[in-house]
């Protein structure tokens, strides 16, 4: 499961404390000058195997700066696209003016959960200056110190409330044909939403929306030639009046949330402009997930010969080699041109992630690796030595390999054992995990 948490609050209230100590990291930069932050910053959170995002944004309706007016539009949409919000404020200082303005604020941008987040309150005898929060409009106020971790576990208790709904992951019953959950991926305004449709709307299509909540996104189903698919939910599927910078940021940020409830994802890129920054940023986020990927070259109707097929081909490979095991497919939305091969991609890289490689098979995969050209070694002449494997697990498929020493594993050995891995049997469009684990002393 994921969601969005966005962090909000007037200036110093210690939002990138909080930040940081959610997902366990220094990315924010916490400082006593009001203001440091007026950009947006999102990281991974986890708690109790409820996984999320965390999105820190700006100070508002604080001291007006050059940034102000900036600051606010990004935080309106990281309330738009958020989950669920947590309103910070100062339990030391009290409830502001500009507290309450942020309150109004966000209950403008709709009917989110809000959490409000008393923060300062180092010590227990202060949680009574929590109670002044309650004025502020808003059911769930928890006193908390980002700098000293009290409450944060009430908090994260708060927070797994307003992720979405495990009931729009869960599986069909037995009886129901199995599901491939597909994630439509890509930077906005390169044809999502038209892929979505094409393939919705076919007239071989069975179509329901499916939901768990009211604050649960809604995916689409579709049975097409026997197979049911699960589109998954995001930021391109839904109409926004323009295409922006915040929201080009917010709809990164809610893919990654989409892409982590998927099987396989359909990265789309515009054939105009491919391999673009927050193309290789989603691709890399996917491989990295362990998710299948098919990367589509979308909008191909509009090319009229502007540039050859191998040439993006060869252009994604080199400008995205980490996930150079990805099928590509030529396509438009608009004709449907490709979709029978997008669709027949999909369903075989989620085969992929799900494959086994016997017994049998692993015992050649030894003789192969041992008849490398030259095992890895290090300065002081010891060699690496391979005693094993075994595959741990599918989706995706990971590999154990026990050595005398795993440290002398290098980049360069992990690659040729992984291309190994992948002439025994075809993981196309799925990525191969390796595992070195040392056993007992050297020999």
């Known amino acids: 499961m994921s969601g969005i948490i966005a962090l909000i609050g007037r200036p110093n209230t210690g939002k990138s404390s909080l930040f ?48 102000s007016a900036g600051i606010r539009e990004h935080v309106e949409e990281a309330v738009k696209e958020c989950d669920g919000v947590i309103f910070l404020v100062d339990g030391r200082e009290g409830i502001t003016g500009a507290d309450e303005e942020i309150a109004d604020f966000i209950r403008k941008g709709g009917s989110k959960p809000v959490i409000v987040a008393v923060n300062k309150l180092d010590d227990p005898k202060h949680d009574d200056l929590a109670n002044e929060a309650y004025s502020l ?11 000293h971790k009290r409450g944060i576990y009430e908090l994260l208790d708060a927070v797994v409330e307003c992720l979405p709904s495990k009931n729009s992951e869960t599986a069909f019953d037995s009886d129901e044909l199995p599901e491939i959950r ?17 393939i919705t709307n076919s007239q071989r299509s069975l179509v329901s929306p499916i939901a768990g909540t009211t604050r649960d996104p809604v995916d689409m189903t579709a049975v097409i030639d026997g197979q049911r698919f699960r589109i998954i939910d995001t930021a391109g599927l839904r109409r926004r009046a323009k295409f922006d910078g915040n929201l ?45 990927i098919v990367i589509v070259i979308n909008k191909w109707d509009l090319m009229n010969g502007e540039k050859k097929a191998d040439e993006i081909t060869r252009k994604i490979k080199d400008e995205m080699p980490f996930v150079s095991y990805a099928p590509v497919v030529f396509a438009s939305a608009l004709n449907g041109r490709g979709l029978e091969r997008i669709l027949q991609y999909a369903v075989n890289v989620s085969n992929n992630r799900r494959k086994r490689i016997p017994t049998n098979q692993l015992n050649r995969l030894m003789r192969d690796v041992l008849a490398f050209d030259r095992l890895p070694s290090d300065r002081k002449g010891r060699s690496l030595k391979v005693y094993y494997c075994s595959q741990a697990e599918s989706e995706p498929p990971t590999f154990i390999f026990f050595v005398n020493n795993p440290e002398l594993v290098n980049s360069g050995f992990e690659n040729h054992v992984k291309n190994k891995i992948r002439e025994l049997e075809d993981f196309s469009g799925t990525p191969v995990r390796t595992f070195w684990r040392g056993r007992g002393k050297e020999d």
């Open 248 to 292: 080009e940021y917010y709809s990164f940020v809610r893919t990654l949330a989409a892409v982590d409830r998927s099987d396989v994802a359909l990265l789309l890129m515009d054939a105009r402009e491919p391999c673009t920054d927050q193309d290789k940023r989603i691709a890399a986020h996917v491989a990295g997930k362990g998710k299948g």
């Open 182 to 198: 597909l994630v439509i991926a890509g930077k906005p305004n390169v044809g999502k939403s038209s892929l979505l449709n094409k």
């Open 20 to 67: 940081n100590r959610l997902t366990g990291t220094k990315d924010s930069i916490v400082d006593d000058m009001p203001g440091v932050t007026r950009d947006r910053l999102y990281g991974e959170a986890e708690y109790e195997g409820h996984n999320f995002y965390v999105i820190d944004t700006g100070g508002i309706f604080g001291t007006d700066t050059e940034f």
């Open 137 to 147: 409009g808003f059911e769930t106020v928890i006193p908390i110190s980002a700098l």
